[in-house]
């Protein structure tokens, strides 16, 4: 509460930010036609259809045409051939109304933005500022704008060099500001510097405070399953199914869930788990805006288990699939965690008698419910593994205290009473730490494995 003034000045109007009114869209796409650039699992067609899904995500914003342009080498400086280049910038000056032109390329520099808008006459967004925008508009908590604005670092960096070099060029060479020996350039630097400094200080805030509720939440012993996809896959709706919250609201949007968000489920056992719905991934998404969003991903890590959900109805499913696994290795996970993970082959309501061809991958309808008794019990089955829980058969003496120590200590299935000798037995979930408890406790208590 002491930070709220200088936090709210962080979490201020970004000057990257296109504005609030509408903008009307031409999408244009560099086909790679040849090369290590171009991508086998995709084609021209399937990225420009997820570019148009990307700029319907946001509000006001329009796609007046979608071009694709064959290219060699996309990385150049006016990233088409001449003839190619000269063409575009006749067919979008025609466009009615065009404000902008959305680059279907992971990032391109702010010297090409700055030529390719003094060519097309109007403003250039490439997918990490697409992107970005997107994480703007949806992120709701204090985390996941620190995160936006951590994000937005490198490209105020890259226009800030873009600036001095124009004002160089203006006015012949480096100025010192007001005697204070510092260039222009310096200045600006040093205070995107302390800028970037105080928002990974807030974000360590909060991943402390975070740490500190995992730590809780650890002591209760209650298993934690991470689901992950790539964006739009269905993981909210899954999470809503296998819990039947019925305030959790899913959004058909590109990257609707932005924050890490936790939610209390049971398996066929009784056992309480949380199921923790996490970031959408995206294919050509900049290393540092996935880094960004690190202190969000790391909730993953200390998961016991993770969910991949996939739409296996996309026509670049295996992509999707490639995508998301290549995130995941990027973050460090324990192999363990990799090693378990359940693949959930989303919305098969949509294919007629669909079977898995992956080993061991579960056929659901999150929408439907389909499937979700087989997913839970895979779920409940490695949850088991992984936490080194045991289910027991317990014999407990009703006059003592042992019945109620363990629906306080461990997860209590059922109770068959047999009252000729005032004994119950009881079957548990039970932790290996508190199961080593009740030994000590109640060691003339018989035990029975289950």
């Given amino acids: 509460e002491e930070d709220e003034p200088e936090l709210e000045e962080l979490l201020g109007l970004s000057p990257l930010a296109p504005g609030p ?19 086998p699992l995709t084609t021209a067609e399937l990225q420009i259809v997820e570019a148009i899904a990307l700029v319907d995500t946001l509000q006001n914003w329009t796609v007046l045409d979608k071009i694709i342009v064959p290219t060699k080498n996309p990385n150049k400086k006016f990233v088409f051939g ?15 109304h065009v404000t902008a032109v959305f680059l279907n390329v992971e990032r391109i520099s702010s010297l090409t933005k700055k030529e390719l808008e003094g060519a097309w006459g109007v403003k250039v967004f490439d997918r990490y500022t697409v992107v970005l925008h997107i994480f703007r508009c949806n992120a709701r908590t204090k985390e996941a704008k620190l995160q936006v604005a951590l994000a937005e670092i490198p490209l105020l960096r890259s226009n ?7 004002r160089d060029q203006q006015r012949g060479g480096s100025r010192y500001i007001m005697g204070s020996g510092e260039t222009f350039l310096e200045t600006q630097n040093r205070v995107l510097k302390e800028r970037e400094l105080k928002i990974r200080n807030a974000l360590e805030k909060l991943r402390r405070k975070r740490s500190l ?10 298993p934690t399953v991470s689901v992950m996809g790539y964006t739009n896959c269905g993981k909210t709706t899954l999470i809503k199914a296998l819990t039947g919250e019925a ?21 066929p056992s009784h056992l309480a788990v949380i199921y923790v719905d996490t970031i959408g991934f995206l294919t050509d998404l900049p290393h540092n805006l996935v880094e960004s969003f690190s202190a969000t991903l790391e909730e993953v890590a200390y998961s016991d288990l993770i969910v991949h959900v996939r739409d296996i109805t ?16 990027n973050l460090n ?10 693949e959930v082959h989303n919305k098969v309501d949509l294919i007629e008698r669909y079977k898995p061809t992956e080993e061991n991958a579960l056929a659901i309808s999150a929408l439907h419910g389909h499937g979700l008794e087989e997913l839970k019990q895979e779920i409940e089955r490695k949850i088991l593994t992984a936490t080194g829980k045991k289910i027991l058969t317990l014999n407990v003496n009703l006059e003592g205290p042992q019945l109620s120590w363990l629906y306080k200590e461990a997860t209590v299935q059922e109770v068959e009473v047999m009252p000729e000798d005032g004994t119950a037995r009881v079957k548990v979930i039970i932790s290996s730490s508190a199961f080593g408890r009740y030994k000590n406790l109640f060691p003339k208590s018989k035990i029975f494995m289950s």
């Fill in 21 to 39: 009114g509408p903008q009307r869209v031409a999408i244009v796409h560099p086909a790679v036609k040849w090369g290590p650039k171009k991508s």
């Fill in 82 to 96: 001449k003839g190619n280049f000269q063409a575009l910038a006749e067919k979008i000056k025609k466009l009615p």
């Fill in 160 to 166: 800030l060099k873009n600036e001095v070099s124009q």
């Fill in 213 to 222: 509720l995992r730590t809780q939440r650890r002591k209760c012993e209650f």
């Fill in 247 to 267: 305030g959790l609201q899913p959004r058909d949007h590109l990257f609707a869930t932005l924050d890490i968000t936790a939610h209390a489920g049971s398996l």
């Fill in 314 to 329: 996309h026509p670049e499913t295996i992509l999707q699939k490639a995508t998301v696994l290549s995130v995941l290795r």
């Fill in 333 to 342: 996970l324990p192999s363990h965690l990799l090693d378990s993970m359940i």
